[in-house]
Structures are given as structure tokens and as C-alpha cells.
């Protein structure tokens, strides 16, 4: 079954504690993106990769990393979490960048900072 | 600034009612332009999309879209609505020469019995 997934699902950790969010897609897609979701605000982009090794930053990129050593995947990394960083995080992918392609999305992680 | 506006933040309507959800859009160029729905505690799913073309566009599970460029907006609607719809539909969209998306704020459908 064609899907991105991403986990853990929920988490919930402490100011200043370094954390992995893992993201992961099957249907070899070159563009992939990580968007935080708070209400009001709808979803917005925290950072997208076009393909391996080839990352950029989206509009809301502080306090936030990315990688892409793979295709399939590409972790956000929280390498001091604070409060305002609880949010839902969506991870996506779409076949091409380009601002045309349909992109396919996670089912969320919903990340607590205390 | 560039941007998405969704203005309705709520709306309600009765089981068989038809529905218009608006977005506007603020970009020097027609954009790429998206309709995703959110279930609760569910990802987002493509309702439909627009590139090119025909400025009525089709979706799925009942949907269309039409592209107003001298709007600049891409409402949604529907003519009559399920409770099965009861979601948030966000609109999106997609700027070619900077590979990124923007998305609106959303609109939590609720459907009356």
C-alpha cells in the first residue's frame, strides 16, 4: 500500500531534549516536506527536500533540522524542544517539487514540549 | 505578502444543503491550486486540484472548484452535502519557481441532521 508514515504518533517530552521525528514514504517520490498544523493557522512548511541530500527551508524553519541522506526518508529533528514547539506535525510527499504535484500525507505526530 | 485566506472559520449546514467554502489567494502569478480535506485525528486527502485549463474543476466524493483569476479565488463547493462531510477543508497552494506550499487557515465543516 502506497503511504507515508511517520512516528511515534504521540510524544510528549521536556524542554531542551533532543528528538527525532521519523518520516518515511514507499512510492518513490522525490519531494518530500514537513509541515507543524496550531489552530488558527492552518498547516505551514517547516522544511522540504526536492530530493537526496537537497534540503531548503519553508517559512517557519527555526529551531528545527532536516536531512535527506535517503529517499525515502527524511527525519525532523528537534535538537532542543521548547513549549512552543507542542504542535502537530505533518510529514509529505509528492512525486516532483515544482509547486504541482499532489502531495500525500502522514498521519500526524502530535508532539508535547513541557 | 503572499497568502492564503480561508474567511470562514465555522460553518454549519443542514444534510442535503449545498456549500461554498471560499479561498482567496494574494501571489504576483496564478498559482497551483489545491482543496485537501482533514477528517478528525486523519491526515489530509486531495479533493481536487487546479493547474491549467478549464476553470471548473471536478474532485472527489462529490466536489468542484471553480478558478476566478480576477478574484483570485478557487471556492469550493458542493450541492448537497452529507454528514459524512462534517471535516476541515483547507485550500492550498503550490508556487512553481519556489517549490513551496501555502496553506489557509481552514474551515471546520459542521453538518446539521
Known amino acids: 500500500e502506497a503511504q507515508v508514515t511517520q512516528n511515534p504518533r504521540y510524544l510528549i517530552t521536556v524542554t531542551g531534549k533532543k528528538l527525532t521525528v521519523t518520516c518515511s514514504q514507499n512510492?518513490?517520490?522525490?519531494?518530500m516536506s514537513w509541515y507543524r498544523q496550531d489552530p488558527g493557522l492552518g498547516l505551514r512548511q517547516i522544511y522540504y527536500?526536492?530530493?537526496?541530500?537537497?534540503?531548503d527551508k519553508g517559512d517557519v524553519p527555526e529551531g528545527y533540522k532536516v536531512s535527506r541522506k535517503e529517499k525515502r526518508n527524511f527525519p525532523l529533528i528537534l535538537e532542543s524542544p521548547s513549549p512552543n514547539q507542542t504542535s502537530l506535525y505533518f510529514c509529505a510527499s509528492s512525486l516532483r517539487g515544482l509547486g504541482s504535484y499532489e502531495q500525500y500525507f502522514g498521519p500526524g505526530t502530535r508532539l508535547t514540549v513541557t | 505578502a503572499q497568502s492564503v485566506t480561508q474567511p470562514d472559520i465555522h460553518i454549519t449546514v443542514s444534510e442535503g444543503a449545498s456549500l461554498e467554502l471560499r479561498c482567496n489567494y494574494s501571489?504576483?502569478?496564478?498559482?497551483?491550486l489545491f482543496w485537501y480535506v482533514q477528517s478528525p485525528g486523519q491526515g489530509l486527502q486531495l479533493l481536487l486540484k487546479?493547474?491549467?485549463?478549464?476553470?471548473l474543476v471536478q474532485g472527489i466524493k462529490g466536489f468542484e472548484a471553480e478558478f476566478k483569476r480576477s478574484q483570485s479565488s478557487f471556492n469550493l463547493r458542493k450541492p448537497s452535502v452529507h454528514w459524512s462531510d462534517a471535516a476541515e477543508y483547507f485550500c492550498?497552494?503550490?508556487?512553481?519557481?519556489?517549490?513551496?506550499?501555502?496553506f489557509g487557515s481552514g474551515t471546520k465543516l459542521n453538518v446539521k441532521p
Open positions: 527536500s526536492m530530493n537526496v541530500e537537497v534540503t
Open positions: 487546479y493547474f491549467s485549463g478549464d476553470t
Open positions: 492550498a497552494v503550490g508556487l512553481y519557481n519556489f517549490n513551496k506550499f501555502y
Open positions: 512510492m518513490n517520490h522525490e519531494y
Open positions: 501571489y504576483g502569478a496564478t498559482p497551483y
